[in-house]
């Protein structure tokens, strides 16, 4: 009995993955939204959005959906990867919309966790047991917050602001984004854009910036010089000091910045 058990869920976590895998598109640098009378709702779940509606990003392993109608654009995205949502709660994400169709940074949604964003140390301090607990949580929650990006950056309340929202949550297993902006004349929180016209959005996962990593560095260091007491090479021998680089190195270019983007044609019904 336990052995069918096991069958059957292994068949419906296998029948997911097919499904998913068979209704992603290939990845490209143009897309059409997809028209929706009825906009999502903004709850961080993405159960409105059809499977046919997904495009799928191999570099950021992703899929995202896009719709909209005349007076909102909607955007989902969703991924397996508890590292990849752990580095957008301490490095940051942005979602950036631009009518111009440019790579330009005017107008963006950024997702945190404030209380540790861009502090390397926050990576040093969750000790090996405390990851192994996290691992094992049933619904490891999303913990950060969104705020607006434009002039200034402001935050953006649950429920949103001036038709403004996003939201965040962990169901199934998938971390869901989603997010409604709204179109028309431009009032500080929507996009000046009609139905037809295309608009192009990013994608862009932070990384850390020089004076992050050069405190980074600094910390490997300190700790390389803690644990190599009573080791056989002198601690300052080139024969360590390249190893220190290389580790460091192969770490900077895991936490660099990531981006995609693309060009959306929003759809006239």
Same mark, same amino acid.
């Given at each position: ?92 994400? /942005? ?44 619904? *490891? ?43 028309? *004349? ?7 854009? /009609?139905?037809?016209? *295309? ?29 190599? /007491? ?40």
């Amino acid at each position: 009995m336990q052995s069918k058990n096991k069958s059957l869920r292994w068949g419906k976590n296998a029948l997911l993955v097919l499904v998913l895998l068979g209704l992603w598109s290939c990845r490209g640098s143009k897309v059409e939204s997809r028209w929706s009378a009825q906009s999502p709702v903004i709850d961080g779940i993405g159960e409105e959005w059809p499977g046919q509606s997904l495009e799928f990003d191999d570099d950021l392993e992703l899929a995202y959906g896009i719709s909209n109608n005349k007076e909102v654009l909607s955007v989902m995205f969703r991924f397996a990867d508890q590292r990849l949502a752990r580095r957008m709660e301490r490095l940051g994400f /942005t979602l950036w919309l631009n009518p111009d169709q440019d790579e330009d940074r005017d107008f963006g949604l950024y997702y945190c966790d404030p209380a540790v964003v861009g502090r390397p140390g926050a990576w040093r301090e969750e000790s090996r047991v405390a990851r192994a607990e996290a691992a094992q949580q049933a619904r *490891p929650e999303p913990s950060g917050r969104f705020f607006m990006i434009r002039k200034d950056t402001v935050d953006l309340p649950h429920g949103g602001m001036h038709g403004l929202e996003a939201a965040v949550g962990y169901h199934g297993g998938f971390y869901c984004f989603e997010y409604r902006i709204p179109l028309g *004349p431009d009032n500080g929180y929507s996009l000046e854009v /009609t139905p037809g016209k *295309p608009v192009k959005l990013g994608f862009v996962l932070s990384g850390l910036s020089d004076d992050q990593q050069d405190e980074m560095r600094d910390r490997m260091e300190e700790d390389r010089e803690v644990f190599s /007491t009573g080791m056989e090479e002198p601690m300052g021998s080139p024969g360590r000091r390249r190893s220190m680089g290389g580790r460091f190195g192969n770490m900077r270019s895991l936490l660099e910045e990531r981006e995609m983007w693309v060009t959306v044609k929003l759809s006239e019904k």
